[in-house]
Every structure is written in structure tokens, then in C-alpha cells.
């Protein structure tokens, strides 16, 4: 199924290129009058992304950002009668103020090694739709040939729908692509279900028990530095 090498690649967008900015969220909440420390906003983080990775599992479809924010606030000691509308607040803030903003050490940098060797580079992520906004802001509008925002889009990750958009424009067969993501439903079984390669970028805590990361075609790892080599092990030209 993989046996042709690989022409492009796409990436998450949140907790893969760019992660949850705490200490944003922790100035944020202050508006409000709640006081949550940006070291236990990060220390919740990992129950924030089991609880959205089990929403989705369980089908409740859409980005289930309330779901994740709420499991950050809670484990971080919010008060519990002030999580519900700090999160309701949160989401009608988040399309003018991204808290995802945050950039992951070494992946821009290794998207623009990618584009300056002729690799073509998108983002397929569920977001709130505006998401080109915010690539524009952070001044990476000319690192991605396409962005596809499930927010934008009207259809989202897991389906292979989102995954086919992206692939088209980018001008590349399915199987010729590799997924970077963090979320083992949306982002690795989407993209395989797609027909993608995959690899689970810093979500190994997040993954199921019985996460098959060793077959061919899904792999896993946790910085820049091993995504590069990983891309160069399974023969992506200009890695």
C-alpha cells in the first residue's frame, strides 16, 4: 500500500506546529477574575487531550474544544462553578484570540526546510475556521501550500474527506502523503483510514494501549529532530 515514496507532507496544527499557549490561557482566565497558574494549566494538559481524544472516539463528532478545555481548567484546580462559563467565554474569544499559538520547537523550521527542497507542506487540522488568520499572523502564511481548517471546510478529522481536500491541492496521490499529528483518532486513524502514512507526534500518553505503532506505515515520535530523521527513513526527498 506504501511502497511509493513520499511527495508530501501535512501537519496538525494545534500541539503539533503550535501548542496551547498556558500562559496566555492563565492571563486570559485573569480576566474573568480566576487565578490558575500557567505551570497547572501545563501540567493539565495531558488530561485535556485524553478527554478530547475519548470524545471523539465515542463519536461526538466536531472539535470538541469545550471538552478538552474544560478537563484542562478542572484538573488545573479552577473552581468547578466557574470552569462551565470561563470555557463558554473561552470559545467565543477563541476566533479572535488563538490560544494555540505557542510554536513547537524546530517544526517550522523543518516545514521550511521541507518547502526550500521542493516539498510541498499543508495543515489539515479541526479548527474553529480561522485558522489561515492566525498562520497569517504568526507570519507562516508562505511555509503551506494549503490549509484545510475543518472549521472553514465543514467536514473535520477523522473522515478521509478533509484528508483528500488537502491532498489534491497538494498535488499528491493519498499514499504518496504522510499525517503529523497528536491526536491518535483524528489525526493517525484519520489519515489511514484515508489512505495516508502517519505519525503520532508527541501523543504516545494519549494513545490507546493497543496503539499498533510499529506497522508499516505509523510510526511515532516526539521532537523535530526525530520527526526529520523519520521522514528521511522512509525516504522523503528533501527531509
Not at 72 to 79: I, Q, S
Not at 100 to 125: D, F, N, T
Not at 202 to 213: I, K
Request: charged share 20%; hydrophobic share 45%.
Amino acid at each position: 500500500m506504501h511502497s511509493a515514496p513520499l511527495q508530501a507532507v501535512t501537519f496538525d496544527f494545534g500541539q503539533t506546529l503550535a501548542e496551547l499557549d498556558t500562559g496566555m490561557l492563565s492571563r486570559r482566565l485573569s480576566e474573568r477574575g480566576l487565578a490558575v497558574a500557567p505551570e497547572r494549566l501545563y501540567e493539565a494538559l495531558g488530561a485535556g487531550w485524553t478527554a478530547y481524544n475519548r470524545a471523539i472516539r465515542q463519536g461526538l463528532g466536531g472539535h470538541p474544544w469545550k471538552t478538552l478545555m474544560h478537563a484542562v481548567l478542572t484538573h488545573a484546580g479552577a473552581p468547578s462553578e466557574a470552569v462551565e462559563p470561563a470555557v463558554d467565554w473561552l470559545w467565543t474569544e477563541q476566533p479572535r484570540a488563538n490560544l494555540w499559538r505557542r510554536p513547537i520547537p524546530g517544526m517550522i523550521e523543518l516545514v521550511r526546510a521541507l518547502r526550500s527542497r521542493g516539498v510541498p507542506v499543508g495543515v489539515v487540522s479541526n479548527s474553529e475556521g480561522r485558522l489561515a488568520e492566525l498562520v497569517e499572523e504568526l507570519g507562516w502564511s508562505e511555509d503551506f501550500v494549503v490549509i484545510a481548517d475543518s472549521g472553514a471546510l465543514g467536514m473535520e478529522k477523522p473522515s478521509a474527506g478533509i484528508f483528500h481536500w488537502a491532498c489534491e491541492r497538494l498535488g499528491a496521490l493519498p499514499s504518496r502523503v504522510v499525517h503529523v499529528g497528536d491526536a491518535w483518532v483524528a489525526d493517525v486513524e484519520g489519515a489511514l483510514g484515508a489512505g495516508l502514512r502517519a505519525v503520532l507526534f508527541r501523543g504516545r500518553e494519549t494513545a490507546p494501549p493497543d496503539a499498533e505503532l510499529g506497522r508499516p506505515g505509523v510510526a511515532a515520535c516526539d521532537d523535530a529532530v526525530a520527526l526529520r530523521a523519520l521522514l528521511r527513513a522512509w525516504g522523503l526527498s528533501g527531509a
